[in-house]
């Protein structure tokens, strides 16, 4: 399955933004989901993932509250809606899949497959 994330860009602190990933190349109404993102300054950081069907959802700390993810299996796509941002949400965005459908630690540490980011940049 391949992957493509899109919808980053420059914003401001308080902000809002949604990305989305698009799939190809497979259905994805079986896997497991997930955002990460990622910095030069750091690793690879969990952000959000869902469920095959939607039912579970898991955040980071730092996204709980703030971010908010979904999936249209009719259409291959999950999205990440990003409310008041800030200035340590900058990073390349990107989207993963597990083979497994529920959240797992699979998922956590980065699925199985994951595609092309998106840079987000937020200003103070």
């Known amino acids: 399955v391949q992957l493509q994330a899109s919808g980053g860009g420059s914003v401001q602190a308080g902000d809002s933004l949604r990305l989305t990933c698009a799939a190809s190349g497979r259905a994805i109404h079986s896997y497991g989901m997930g955002w990460f993102r990622q910095t030069p300054e750091k690793e690879r950081e969990f952000v959000a993932g869902?469920?095959?069907?939607?039912?579970?959802?898991h955040y980071s700390d730092s996204a709980k509250g703030r971010f908010t993810i979904s999936r249209d299996n009719a259409n291959n796509t999950v999205s990440l809606q990003m409310t008041n941002l800030k200035p340590e949400d900058a990073a390349v965005y990107y989207c993963?899949?597990?083979?497994?459908?529920?959240?797992?630690?699979?998922?956590?540490?980065?699925?199985?497959?994951r595609g092309q980011g998106t840079l987000v940049t937020v200003s103070s």
């Open positions: 993963a899949a597990s083979n497994i459908g529920t959240i797992t630690a699979a998922l956590l540490r980065g699925g199985d497959y």
């Open positions: 869902i469920s095959w069907n939607s039912d579970a959802t």
